[in-house]
C-alpha cells in the first residue's frame, strides 16, 4: 500500500508569496504526474490564525528569521504566511488536487507552531495524521512538497519514528536553504530513509 504525502503546495511557499521556496513552482507538474501511482494521495496545507507566534509581526520589535525561544524550544519567526482563508494559504492552482483523499491542517493553535504533518514542534500535540495512515493500511509513504527542509523533512523524520518505510522523492521537493537540506539528506539516508527520484517510483 503506497501513500503519497504532499506537503504544503501552497501559494505563499511559492515564488512571488509571502515566504517564496527557491523555484518552488518547478515541483508542481512532477507531483501531478506522479499522483496516479499512488493508492492514496494525502496532503498536508499550513494554516495558521493570523496572530500565530511563528509570526515576527507578532512580537513587538522582532524582525523576520530573527530566532526567539519559545518555552524552551527554537522558533524562527517567519513572515506572515498561509493565513487561513487566505489567498497565500490556498494551493497552487495548477496542482491537482482532485484524488486527494483529505487534507491535513497544521499550525492551526495560535500559540504553537507545527512543521511537520503529524506533530507540533514541541511534539506535544498530533495531527491524526499517523493514525489515519496506519487505519488505511499504509506500509509505504512517499514524501514531496515545500519546503525540502523544513515541513517535509520533519514529516519524513516523524512518519520514520512512527514506524513508516520513508521515501523522499528528492526531484518532488525545493528546500529553503539548500546547504541545510544537504546535511538533512545524509542523516535521513542514514537513517534508512530512502532519497529517491520521481522517475523510481
Ligand atoms: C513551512 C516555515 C513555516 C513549510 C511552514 O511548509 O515548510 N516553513 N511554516
Ligand atoms: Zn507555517
Keep these: 500500500m503506497k501513500t503519497l504525502l504532499v506537503i504544503d503546495v501552497q501559494n ?44 515576527a509581526s507578532n512580537h513587538l520589535g522582532k524582525s523576520t528569521f530573527d530566532e526567539i525561544e519559545i518555552q524552551g524550544q527554537k522558533q524562527i519567526l517567519w513572515p506572515d504566511h498561509c493565513v487561513q482563508g487566505t489567498e497565500g494559504a490556498l494551493f497552487h492552482p495548477e496542482l491537482k488536487t482532485q484524488s486527494w483523499e483529505t487534507i491535513f491542517r497544521k499550525g492551526t ?3 504553537i507552531d507545527s512543521y511537520s504533518a503529524f506533530y507540533d514542534n514541541g511534539h506535544l500535540k498530533s495531527t491524526g495524521l499517523s493514525g489515519y495512515l496506519r487505519e488505511k493500511s ?64
Excluded at 23 to 52: C, E, M, T, Y
Aim: aromatic share 12%.
Design 109 to 111: 493553535d495560535p500559540q
Design 138 to 201: 499504509t506500509s509505504q509513504l512517499f514524501f514531496c512538497g515545500l519546503a525540502a527542509d523544513i515541513c517535509v523533512y520533519f514529516s519524513a523524520m516523524d512518519a520514520f519514528k512512527e514506524g513508516f518505510a520513508c521515501f523522499f522523492i528528492e526531484d518532488a521537493s525545493q528546500a529553503l536553504d539548500v546547504e541545510a537540506f544537504e546535511i538533512q539528506k545524509k542523516e535521513m539516508k542514514r537513517l534508512g530513509i530512502q532519497i529517491i527520484s520521481s522517475e523510481d517510483i
Design 12 to 55: 505563499d511557499f511559492m515564488p512571488g508569496g509571502s515566504l517564496p521556496v527557491p523555484d518552488g513552482d518547478k515541483i508542481v507538474p512532477v507531483i501531478n504526474r506522479i499522483q496516479d501511482k499512488f493508492d492514496l494521495v494525502v496532503a498536508s496545507q499550513d494554516w495558521h490564525p493570523q496572530n500565530h507566534i511563528s509570526f
